[in-house]
């Protein structure tokens, strides 16, 4: 199934912080957050493994609750640039073969306004 | 910089052809998958290979096949394109698993197709 991202639509102004949740209903080893501004590609952001351990953004944080199977992205200090949709990607066993793939989220538009 | 590079931006077919998406990738992965992206529903996975001539089925897989003859390049086909079919086509691409430089398996996308069938 795939996870359920809120909220789906937030607006800010430059400066203000946003949290974005995704939460899966299955036991999860890992979870990779993507940004997608209009008309592009989605860009790897960050990934969040079982366990603690993260890679990501300097200016863009977040966590991974494992017993909740939920996930929180944390845009502070909102900047224009930050406009776009957010897509949280799961997985439920490690990188290798043929479990190698993502469930995505339906994904969370952020707009940042001066 | 990973580059993935797909065939068009923009393609319009008509209901029935056969459709071909091409994917290009060039950093050695071994993994590459498709999605279609339609609104309020996200990335959905329709195939995705970890190796040459391997294939796996995503979540939406109905109506589509694929090829990975090379390593670099992995086609998305559709056999006999139907309106339902329209939508934005993301191509992607990953390490099989945690590599030397400690990467996990980013995946790295493509600009899209948009494919309109009329």
């Known amino acids: 199934q795939q996870p359920v991202q809120s909220p789906q639509a937030v607006i800010l102004r430059e400066g203000e912080d946003a949290v974005i949740n995704c939460s899966s209903s299955k036991a999860l080893y890992s979870v990779h957050w993507y940004r997608q501004k209009h008309g592009e590609a989605p860009v790897f952001l960050m990934i969040l493994l079982k366990g603690g351990e993260q890679k990501g953004h300097e200016k863009i944080s977040a966590s991974f609750n494992e017993k909740k199977q939920q996930s929180s992205l944390y845009l502070t200090a909102s900047q224009l640039s930050y406009s776009g949709t957010y897509f949280c990607g799961t997985s439920r066993l490690p990188p290798g073969g043929a479990t190698n793939k993502l469930i995505f989220g339906t994904g969370t538009l952020l707009a940042v306004q001066p | 910089d990973v580059k993935v590079t797909q065939s068009s931006r923009y393609l319009v077919k008509r209901t029935g052809e056969k459709v071909f998406l091409e994917c290009v990738q060039d950093?050695?992965?071994?993994?590459m998958f498709w999605y279609r992206q339609d609104p309020g529903l996200g990335l959905r996975l329709i195939y995705f290979?970890?190796?040459?001539?391997?294939?796996e089925k995503g979540d939406i897989p109905e109506g589509y096949s694929v090829s990975r003859e090379k390593k670099e390049r992995f086609s998305l086909i559709l056999e006999s394109a139907s309106t339902n079919q329209t939508s934005m086509y993301l191509c992607?691409?990953?390490?099989?698993?945690?590599?030397?430089?400690?990467?996990?398996?980013?995946?790295?996308f493509g600009p899209g197709t948009r494919l309109t069938v009329l």
């Open positions: 290979s970890y190796d040459v001539k391997m294939k």
């Open positions: 950093m050695d992965h071994e993994n």
């Open positions: 992607a691409s990953s390490f099989f698993k945690r590599d030397v430089l400690k990467r996990y398996n980013e995946q790295f």
